[in-house]
């Protein structure tokens, strides 16, 4: 399965993070329960928002 090939969770976070698809401020905006989760919004989406068919960012 293609999971089974993704690097470790660190290594995912920090290449979402350097692409900057993932804006912070506006998914926290557009989807309030993550601050209520406090986890940062790029880890919501890896772990939990890319599954729902969140959008990490305003332009993706």
């Known amino acids: 399965m293609f999971r089974d090939r993704l690097p470790p969770?660190?290594?995912q976070l920090q290449l979402i993070r350097d692409t900057r698809?993932?804006?912070?401020?506006w998914y926290r905006a557009r989807y309030p329960d993550v601050a209520q989760l406090n986890m940062h919004p790029a880890e919501h989406y890896l772990r939990i928002g890319a599954d729902l068919g969140r959008n990490p960012g305003k332009h993706f």
């Open 21 to 25: 698809h993932v804006h912070p401020g």
């Open 9 to 11: 969770l660190r290594e």
